[in-house]
């Protein structure tokens, strides 16, 4: 939920924003009501603190921010996974993963910015080349996400190595993309080869937390902001959200291709399906 972010993020922020953030915790209902005006008056704020809040959430402006903050309100999402207890039994263990999955993902969708969708999407149409860049569990994520851009015919590649990632970044050049995905967005291999391929005149797309250096330092941010002790278990449902907003954009990217790129993608899966084994009729 909104207010869970804005309470993690609590830490990170300016002393003036710390204020306004109280404020938002503690009478969001009423937040919902009031003008950019209202609230700095109340909150005891200035408005390009609330501007600069806004975007550090990763929200265009207030109003996009009032949106989101309205729709988290209203779905009132329970955080209903608890951790595994050792002596869990089977049934506990899946239920609990899966409530804490499906949570996380609705956490997502009512966070996730339309406008950094929508700019991503730009960026990824008109890519002259994509990489995407993933350390340890983040790059099985990238080399999920490349393959659905992979069969959409797009040049593009995805790296796991940090050595390999690093001197590919540098290699870049103006009209190339990069989607960096980060857990936690503090990874230095990561947010190294973000900054070359930037230095290199590429954008860079980052699926990460959006507090963090490399949330900081993209082109444009696509944010789960989901928290995990991963010293118990390896990150599970920031895997799957950033997978889910992959999906999303390979489906956006495919819409903007055209008629054109879905028939060359019928036709991949069309050769998959004549490798297939027919099921034998029994003797």
């Not at 700095?40 to 989101?68: D, H, M, W, Y």
């Amino acid at each position: 939920m909104m207010l869970s972010q804005i309470k993690a993020m609590h830490s990170e922020l300016r002393p003036s924003e710390r204020k306004l953030a109280n404020y938002i915790v503690d009478t969001p209902r009423e937040v919902l009501d009031l003008s950019m005006t209202e609230v700095a008056a109340r909150a005891g704020v200035s408005q390009p603190t609330i501007a600069r809040f806004c975007r550090a959430l990763g929200f265009s402006g207030f109003r996009e921010f009032k949106i989101r903050l309205a729709q988290a309100i209203v779905a009132e999402v329970p955080t209903v996974y608890r951790d595994v207890r050792p002596d869990e039994p089977t049934p506990g263990v899946a239920a609990k993963v899966l409530d804490r999955t499906i949570s996380a993902l609705i956490q997502v969708r009512n966070n996730l910015s339309a406008d950094s969708v929508e700019a991503a999407l730009t960026l990824l149409s008109q890519a002259r080349r994509i990489e995407f860049y993933g350390a340890g569990g983040s790059g099985i994520a990238a080399l999920d996400v490349q393959h659905k851009f992979f069969r959409l015919g797009m040049p593009s590649v995805a790296y796991a190595d940090p050595h390999t990632f690093l001197m590919s970044a540098a290699l870049l050049a103006e009209g190339d993309v990069v989607v960096a995905i980060s857990n936690t967005g503090r990874t230095r291999d990561i947010v190294d080869a973000a900054q070359a391929a930037l230095n290199a005149g590429a954008k860079v797309i980052a699926i990460t937390h959006g507090h963090s250096p490399l949330a900081r330092l993209a082109t444009v941010g696509l944010f789960a902001n989901v928290d995990e002790d991963a010293d118990i278990f390896s990150p599970m449902t920031s895997r799957v959200s950033h997978l889910a907003i992959g999906d999303i954009l390979a489906v956006g990217v495919a819409l903007r291709l055209g008629p054109e790129r879905l028939d060359k993608l019928a036709q991949a899966k069309d050769v998959l399906r004549r490798r297939r084994i027919d099921d034998l009729a029994p003797r």
